[in-house]
């Protein structure tokens, strides 16, 4: 599987699709006007480990719902990001068995190399 989930309006992930190869081999999914299912998330979180690490705590609603003062579940983390696109952490890669999220420098050097494969 190759996939990618990303937002249209977002230059970031914008950006780092312009750094990957081929990028025409991936099935590419915007969040907003597509949004993921239950099922997708729950792939994402058996490869990523936890909901939380697909959670983006830089989400502008993040604060503004005052999510930042509560402890968050495993749980909540999945509901909100069901309920909100804005809070997965984004891009979200699929190469195979691999999972890339975010747009750590890091991450993206990973996941730009793990796509020239």
Known sequence: MMKIYHLGNCGTC???LGEIPKI???EQQEIKTQPI???QLD???KMAGSYEAL???IAMKYRSMGLNEMKLTEKDY???ILQEYT???RPVIIIGKKIFIGNAP???AAMVEAAKG
Request: net charge positive.
């Open 106 to 108: 890091k991450n993206v």
């Open 14 to 16: 914008q950006r780092i």
């Open 55 to 57: 959670f983006s705590k």
């Open 78 to 80: 999945r509901k909100y």
């Open 43 to 45: 792939e994402m979180k």
């Open 87 to 89: 809070f997965l952490k």
């Open 24 to 26: 025409e081999r991936f």
């Open 37 to 39: 299912t239950a099922a």
